[in-house]
């Protein structure tokens, strides 16, 4: 299955830790996009990533930040975790101009 | 106000009934939409795409109402497996990022 996979599933940090996670598009997409999805909440657009540049931002802090690789690939990093970033986080791949998006099942991150 | 707002329900229907969710958006220039279906802690998987004209998928209809500025999602014959929450989502022109709304929770009862 070429589908979008992100790793770690789940995690578990403390206050004031780093976390990296970890994104692989679907075969044939080259374009990336995160979102935070709080409990009983949708999920909310982070960034998207495209030709390894942040091509769009949602209202999110500088403490979450991204990258994308040439095999487009892509990570999210957020520094100084707060209790209010526990959230389950999803990656979703598309091509550039794509409307539909493929999502990966998620990490679901819990601070402490 | 957000940019897209749903009923959060949860909606709780008896096996065999017909339910409607609205979805209203507040950019006119949206030029996309979407209903999506989430699972208990799982990933959002799309449910069907949303046309000016309406479509129809077997016991799934969605509707647009540009001038009013929301999308509807109809359920006819719900099942248990139907159960689920509801997500709308919306493209704005020139962008190509989800807009997604809060989700409705539906719930259908044996």
């Known amino acids: 299955d070429a589908g979008v996979t992100q790793s770690p599933t789940h995690l578990i940090k403390t206050r004031g830790q780093q976390v990296t996670l970890r994104c692989s598009p679907k075969?044939?997409?080259?374009?990336v996009s995160w979102y935070q999805q709080a409990l009983g909440q949708g999920p909310q657009f982070i960034f998207q990533y495209y030709e390894e540049e942040e091509r769009q931002r949602g209202n999110f802090p500088d403490r979450f930040s991204g990258h994308q690789f040439p095999n487009y690939s892509s990570e999210l990093n957020v520094n100084a975790l707060l209790l209010g970033d526990s959230a389950l986080y999803l990656c979703?791949?598309?091509?550039?101009?794509?409307?539909?998006?493929?999502f990966g099942s998620g990490t679901r991150l819990t601070v402490v | 106000r957000k940019e897209v707002e749903q009923d959060p329900g949860p909606f709780n229907v008896p096996e065999g009934a017909t339910v409607a969710f609205n979805c209203t958006y507040s950019?006119?220039?949206?030029?996309?939409f979407f209903w999506y279906r989430q699972d208990c802690r799982k990933e959002p998987k799309l449910l069907m795409s949303?046309?000016?004209s309406g479509n129809e998928d077997g016991r799934f209809t969605a509707q647009l109402n540009r001038a009013s500025q929301y999308i509807s999602l109809l359920i006819r014959d719900s099942k248990l497996s139907d159960s689920a929450t509801y997500l709308c989502?919306?493209?704005?022109?020139?962008?190509?990022?989800?807009?997604f709304g809060t989700g409705t929770r539906l719930k259908v009862l044996a």
């Open positions: 950019n006119s220039a949206s030029q996309s």
């Open positions: 989502v919306v493209i704005t022109s020139g962008t190509y990022k989800y807009i």
């Open positions: 075969s044939g997409h080259d374009t």
């Open positions: 949303v046309y000016s």
């Open positions: 979703a791949s598309s091509l550039a101009r794509g409307l539909y998006y493929t």
